[in-house]
Structures are given as structure tokens and as C-alpha cells.
């Protein structure tokens, strides 16, 4: 379980109205049954995420982003060898604690989102920044070039 660093609910400041907007599109689209699921799963992905991209796409994606997303993905050190799509969730479900299985599914599910505020482009952007195995995390199919 992913505990909150924010401290309990009772003492948290309101979300922004687009920052609910997303977490409401992550929930509807992981089917979690409420919003405090979808925002342990946005976290997760978005941490996971800032660690992985750097640079303009990084820069531009945070930009796009509801503030307290933004944070997220800008608070985390990129590493400095990133990580394949299949590496980058067996690491997150081992920060969870969550199996692969859950562990991609909430992957999927901040991704729709995160590609809904990124648009087309700056998603393809972000997609040849990254190793290998991210297109499909991303709903888009992975293809290689004809060698």
C-alpha cells in the first residue's frame, strides 16, 4: 500500500479542478472504485515516469499537466540509465508491492490520461525518448523499423 506523504485527508488542500478532471478519467478508465485509488495509481506511475524522462519532453509534459501532476513527475530524479517498458513496471510493482498484473493495469490507466493531456505529438515525442516497450503502456502499438 502507497502511503500518503501529505498527511491525513482532514489537513490536505482542495484539488485543482483539472487535477480531479484526470484523477475522474484514471478512475473511470481503471475502473478503481474510488478517487483515492486513482490518485495512489497516478503517484505511482507519474513518479515512475519522472524518473525515467528527461529534457524539452519532460519540460513539456509537466506543462501540460494539472499542477499537483506536474509535481509529481518533476519532483523525482531522472535515472541515469532508463529503464525498458517491462522494467519500468516490474519496478513499480516492487515500490508498491503489487503484482505485474495490477502493477500494468494501473500503468495503462494514468498513461490514457497522461497521452489525453500530452496530445498526439508530444506523446510520440515522448515515446522515441524512452527505451524500448513504452507504446504499448502508452495504448499505441510498438513498431520497429524494417532493418
Not at 500500500?1 to 475522474?24: C, K, N, W
Not at 474510488?34 to 509534459?61: I, N
Amino acid at each position: 500500500m502507497i502511503t500518503d506523504v501529505h498527511g491525513p485527508l482532514e489537513h490536505r488542500q482542495p484539488y485543482s479542478t483539472a487535477y480531479e478532471q484526470m484523477l475522474e478519467k484514471v478512475r473511470y478508465e481503471g475502473a478503481y472504485p474510488t478517487r483515492e485509488k486513482a490518485d495512489e495509481a497516478v503517484r505511482l506511475v507519474l513518479a515512475g515516469l519522472g524518473r525515467q524522462l528527461t529534457g524539452d519532453e519532460r519540460v513539456d509534459l509537466a506543462a501540460r499537466l494539472p499542477l499537483e501532476a506536474a509535481h509529481v513527475l518533476t519532483a523525482q530524479i531522472p535515472d541515469a540509465q532508463p529503464l525498458t517498458g517491462w522494467a519500468f513496471v516490474k519496478d513499480l510493482a516492487a515500490r508498491r508491492g503489487a503484482s505485474m498484473a495490477t502493477t500494468r493495469w494501473d500503468t495503462g490507466s494514468v498513461f490514457s490520461a497522461v497521452v489525453a493531456h500530452a496530445g498526439p505529438d508530444l506523446t510520440t515525442r515522448i515515446l522515441h525518448q524512452l527505451p524500448t516497450g513504452y507504446a504499448l503502456l502508452f495504448g499505441r502499438a510498438e513498431l520497429n523499423p524494417a532493418a
